[in-house]
């Protein structure tokens, strides 16, 4: 999905005149020459289907995502380096990936805005085991409310408990009762407990469950399966000027400058795009796998 929506040039004029001028200043006295211009991000959204499972927040290797609770879904923070991990680890797809771009063009007089949803490939998730500690369980239902398969469920076990009465034989309402048949006379009562019951069948292995039971009730194990990679890092040493500015962003230490060549290992590195954003020569460039 694309949305787009345009702007007047002179629109983006006044409003840099306004930001520009102080009080005692005239506007009108002020011109502004806006060249042609090209930008391209990406921002990341996390929609109210999150399920709080918090598999996002284990998976993220720079710490960039708030953890869930039942009132709150999970938050991208501002120190998201865009790596697309969580994106591609969420295991409702709720975490979307969106290209901004916008385009100044003095020929059209317009600036354009674009938002373009990014599709990421998703990692394999299986549950391989599940198992709650009825012990612990206080059936609170909180497993329930997002498990995204409904393969959680409160139920009832119902239970008889048979309480005899003491007869009276001289109250004329047992008069004809024999006292040796006092079980005659007993009042079965019926209650009933609820439980947690999980259907193995169901479920995916997210571990919303686990996360929100306030009493660490359930234990999962599950498979993760590894990252896909769309991207890679080309480097050209021959551009570099051992400047070392790669070296000190990496949020994961993932490259190195030795002997005057930068040093990438591929085990670690997360394909964000730190360092090809500091890179002051363009010595590093991320590019999708996929465009060539």
């Not at 006295?29 to 918090?54: A, G, L, W």
């Not at 599950?222 to 000027?241: A, E, F, H, S």
């Not at 591929?266 to 964000?272: A, E, F, L, V, Y």
Request: hydrophobic share 35%; with cysteine.
């Amino acid at each position: 999905m694309e949305i787009k929506f345009k702007k007047q040039i002179e629109d983006i004029q006044k409003e840099v005149v306004l930001k520009s001028v102080d009080l005692d200043e005239d506007a009108k006295d002020f011109h502004i020459n806006i060249e042609d211009y090209e930008t391209k991000n990406r921002m990341f959204t996390i929609s109210p289907r999150c399920v709080r499972c918090d598999l996002c927040v284990k998976e993220c290797p720079v710490n960039a995502i708030s953890s869930a609770t039942m009132v709150r879904r999970s938050k991208v923070n501002d120190n998201c380096v865009k790596c697309e991990i969580c994106a591609k680890t969420c295991p409702v797809s709720c975490i979307y990936v969106i290209e901004v771009k916008s385009k100044l063009d003095n020929s059209t007089n317009q600036v354009t805005y674009s938002l373009e949803e990014v599709k990421v490939p998703h990692r394999i998730l299986k549950m391989e085991e599940i198992a709650i500690d009825h012990k612990k369980c206080v059936a609170c239902g909180n497993c329930v409310k997002f498990c995204p398969t409904n393969a959680t469920s409160l139920r009832r076990v119902w239970a008889e408990t048979e309480t005899f009465k003491e007869v009276n034989t001289h109250n004329s309402l047992f008069k004809d009762v024999n006292p040796l048949r006092i079980d005659e006379v007993m009042k079965i009562e019926k209650t009933s407990e609820k439980y947690t019951h999980i259907n193995e069948d169901l479920c995916v292995g997210c571990g919303s469950c686990s996360n929100l039971c306030p009493q660490s009730a359930i234990t999962l194990k599950r498979y993760l399966g590894p990252i896909i990679q769309t991207k890679r890092l080309l480097i050209n040493q021959d551009t570099c000027v051992q400047c070392h500015l790669c070296e000190e962003s990496c949020p994961v230490d993932a490259i190195k400058l030795e002997n005057g060549k930068v040093v990438l290992d591929n085990d670690k590195c997360i394909k964000c795009d730190v360092c090809h954003s500091k890179c002051p020569v363009v010595a590093l460039t991320l590019e999708n796998i996929d465009e060539n």
